[in-house]
T-cell receptor, first 107, second 111 residues
Framework: GQQLNQSPQSMFIQEGEDVSMNCTSS?????WLWYKQDPGEGPVLLIA?????ELTSNGRLTAQFGITRKDSFLNISASIPSDVGIYFC???????FGPGTRLSVLP | DAGITQSPRYKITETGRQVTLMCHQT?????MFWYRQDLGHGLRLIYY???????DKGEVPDGYVVSRSKTENFPLTLESATRSQTSVYFC??????????FGQGTRLTVV
């Protein structure tokens, strides 16, 4: 089946910095979904991508559907403490999540 | 209240016992899912259901049983609990293959 990889596995950044993370798959995807999980909560959808090359924003978050359809990128600008959590990519067709990127924001 | 609710929130059970985790959604979503999340791991799909009376295995189905006799309920049963099934279990629902809404999770400890 499809394998999803996310990098980095974890990251520590200073408040105000920009963040970049990515997700890669072993297969071509038709849909990329990005979720965030706050500590002690269930994941919440941030952004959904449906077309290769698509760039979509949600506030300070921007995600892109890679041209090869095997990767996706999530950027967070001007990070704030509430950005702390685990960010997951997900393939909507089979409901499988990537391993996640754990983000810590230092004041 | 509208939404998706899981019960119980916390459960401690003994090895070998049967335990059922409940999940109820009020949106009439077609899809429902069960995931487990272990420390150091992401969310792994156990089972999912596309509609009442239709269920399919996910990535880690062994040791679990599900049923979906009604659209709004999707219980997960551990027939004979093992320590390796100690985990946080999340239920989710979705109307399509995009946005899934997750419950608060059930923290299960098998001793």
């Amino acid at each position: 089946g499809q394998q999803l990889n996310q990098s980095p596995q974890s990251m520590f950044i200073q408040e105000g910095e920009d963040v970049s993370m990515n997700c890669t798959s072993s297969s071509i995807f038709n849909t990329w979904l990005w979720y965030k999980q706050d500590p002690g909560e269930g994941p919440v959808l941030l952004i959904a991508l449906y077309k290769a090359g698509e760039l979509t924003s949600n506030g300070r978050l921007t995600a892109q559907f890679g041209i090869t359809r095997k990767d996706s990128f999530l950027n967070i600008s001007a990070s704030i403490p509430s950005d702390v959590g685990i960010y997951f990519c997900m393939y909507g067709q089979n409901f499988v999540f990537g391993p996640g990127t754990r983000l810590s924001v230092l004041p | 209240d509208a939404g998706i609710t899981q019960s119980p929130r916390y459960k401690i059970t003994e090895t070998g016992r049967q335990v059922t985790l409940m999940c109820h959604q009020t949106w009439s979503h077609s899809y429902m899912f069960w995931y487990r999340q272990d420390l150091g791991h992401g969310l792994r799909l156990i089972y999912y259901s596309a509609a009442a009376d239709i269920t399919d295995k996910g990535e880690v189905p062994d040791g679990y049983v599900v049923s979906r006799s009604k659209t709004e309920n999707f219980p997960l049963t551990l027939e004979s609990a093992t320590r390796s099934q100690t985990s946080v279990y999340f239920c989710a629902s979705s109307e399509n293959r995009d946005q899934a809404f997750f419950g608060q999770g059930t923290r299960l400890t098998v001793v």
